[in-house]
């Protein structure tokens, strides 16, 4: 998996949470399979990255 599709596949995964009527992170990784503080770091890199661009 490249580094582009990877970046892909966690944004999509951090859509459907915010999409999701979930109340928490924690809850919706559970349900999703998702380690939560992979979840976290993600959330934390793509909205460093958008920040920069």
Do not use: F, H
């Amino acid at each position: 998996m490249s580094v582009d599709e990877r970046k892909q596949m966690w944004q999509d995964r951090i859509n459907a949470y915010r999409s999701s009527r979930v109340p928490s992170v924690k809850a919706w990784c559970k349900q999703n399979q998702v380690g939560v503080q992979s979840m976290y770091s993600w959330m934390k890199r793509l909205k460093t990255e958008e920040a920069g661009t």
